[in-house]
């Protein structure tokens, strides 16, 4: 079977979610302790778990892992950061070493760090938190041609895809995609530029917080690259995904197939996470009802890729970081939604007398 | 020593929080591995953490507990709720029970449950989760005449302060008020109004989902009372919360002082949470340093309260169910922030060969 016949055969996995079980969720909820509606966004979560899990009550999650996907992007030669590419390979170390942001906020949630190479330019050392699926050391740069071949882009997902596999498969029940790339904020402006069929101003931002000088430049390299690339259906994905993605984008996108094909929700983090969502529910749209938005990144074109996702964040703390640390920050709020759902009392239980 | 006398006594041992421990927490921020100020919010509570414990880093919380403060309110009586007041007492025995939603938000963020009755109308059922400190049976009608007296505002106000104190003594190190109260929504209406100078219509609210006819009433009678006591002097904290007030929110506002007193970080909830701040803060200016807002609640006059108090919360989910629930639910955030800023790496060991 071709690396794209694997992707197919993935994607067909998914089943929908189960919408009796939301509406179970929903009435359930309205039978509890409090005014109707009176958990917010809370009793929203609860009723998604219930639709992933197809049962009221859903089980709590109690055991999630991030899945940070490192790679570097050729389009980093076009001047798009002022931050070199090695500090990609380094910042993937430091994962591996537990001294990042995404560790602390993962050892606060009680979630595991998992670490995907998949393409970083300069090779990081050994670990053994580093899982090893290098499709190529970083893309090619997509101003002046395709990023990587459909069968890259494939492989790259797929790495994703098999250690979320693994991951649930040890004990694993809610997945956070986290990201790591220098320039991955160009890429995925690409990307959410061409899925949503947005203007390069619309979903270009400042990434890590550049100066309006190589704002304009960033935004003028994502409209050449949107131009250069036109011609690409947007029926394609993978097509699309592989003239202009990232190896973590097709990673993450790879996680997010893989945890709906299991059935396990996925809490999305910042702008690469919920462009990797964009490209997971073009190929496969039943995936779309496993996501939970975590946290709005302030890059523009994450509020695109959310609100063409149908999405609303649970949080919205300003974080431009990466990594999965919005996600996993908005991962106690999940379980307590289904801990809530499934403990709280009954209105008949208080009448009673 | 007067009741009242104690009262300004637990003020006077609050000091103020430390600026240069703050200033050093974002100075260390901004040298760890990150783009500066990319983790936003977190940056901002990190360095709050800072400036109450005096160190950089400072500790990281690790024992939550959420102080739910029960009572009613004399106002009930003109029909500003559809709710019986019997469903004060009803709630309190199912927080004791662990049924209700604070218990389940409590369990996923690991906080510990501490109910104080401090004037529920019927008397709850013994519990050994429960503190009984009755000062009286519900708040007389504010409409009417003063809710109750100074002395009795001060009795409540140090149950609560009595209550944190143990609970710190025997290791929290932070604290979340919790509330439930019948009419509360109105009463928190009237002392917001009252400790802003804010008219009614900005600061009376749906609460638990009133109708437009039930919202006009109810603001008429905030109007009411914001009128009738109008003599009382802004510049007499006490004299305005005995007038308007809730025994809870007198109970809370003394969770805050003596958490403010002993140094610990408090969480704040929704509105009856905020308006307690409002109280506390009048009463002792500096405890507003040890105050952190966990969650924006729908009512109005919460936003009112926490301009005034220049708190922005980190969480905004449309939670009105009280309770303690928004406030626990921004814990973990705030573990995470004490956390990242105590273990990440540094830019120079990342240049460092």
Redesign the interface.
């Known amino acids: 079977m071709s690396l794209e016949q694997r992707v197919a055969q993935l994607a067909a996995e998914v089943t929908p979610v189960d919408p009796a079980a939301a509406e179970a969720a929903r009435r359930r909820s309205d039978g509890?302790?409090?005014?109707?509606?009176?958990?917010?966004?809370?009793e929203r979560v609860a009723a998604r778990l219930a639709a992933i899990a197809g049962s009221c009550p859903p089980p709590v999650p109690a055991a999630p892992a991030v899945v940070v996907a490192g790679a570097d992007h050729g389009i980093h030669a076009q001047g798009v950061s002022p931050w070199p590419q090695s500090?990609t390979a380094?910042?993937v170390e430091?994962f591996c070493?537990?001294?990042?942001?995404v560790?602390?906020?993962a050892?606060?949630?009680g979630a595991q760090v998992a670490v995907l190479d998949v393409g970083v330019a300069s090779e990081p050392a050994d670990h053994p938190r580093l899982r090893r699926a290098r499709v190529r050391a970083g893309t090619d740069d997509s101003s002046a041609g395709p990023a990587m071949t459909r069968e890259e882009a494939a492989r790259a997902l797929l790495a994703g895809a098999g250690l979320a596999e693994e991951l649930v498969g040890s004990g694993v029940d809610l997945l956070v995609p986290g990201d790591m790339g220098i320039a991955n904020t160009t890429t995925s402006a690409c990307l959410v530029g061409a899925f949503t069929g947005s203007p390069a101003a619309a979903v270009t931002g400042r990434g890590?917080?550049i100066d309006d000088d190589l704002l304009a430049r960033k935004t003028a390299v994502v409209a050449a690259v949107l131009d250069r690339h036109r011609a690409v259906p947007g029926g394609d994905p993978l097509g699309l995904l592989a003239a202009l993605g990232g190896l973590e984008h097709a990673a993450l996108a790879g996680v997010i197939l893989s945890g709906a094909a299991d059935g396990v929700p996925v809490v999305l983090d910042g702008l690469a996470s919920v462009t990797a969502a964009l490209v997971a529910v073009a190929l496969c749209p039943p995936a779309g009802g496993y996501l939970i938005a975590g946290h709005r990144s302030?890059e523009p074109g994450a509020t695109v890729a959310l609100d063409r996702l149908g999405l609303v964040p649970?949080?919205?703390?300003?974080?431009?970081?990466g990594e999965g640390?919005g996600g996993l920050?908005a991962v106690?709020?999940v379980?307590?939604a289904a801990?809530?759902l499934?403990?709280?009392?009954t209105l008949d239980?208080?009448a009673r007398p």
Chains 1, 2 share one sequence.
């Open positions: 509890q302790v409090k005014p109707p509606g009176s958990l917010g966004e809370v500090v380094a910042m430091l070493a537990g001294r990042a942001a560790n602390a906020i050892a606060t949630v890590t917080g302030p649970l949080l919205d703390l300003g974080l431009r970081v640390t920050l106690p709020i379980a307590a801990l809530a499934a403990d709280m009392a239980e208080l």
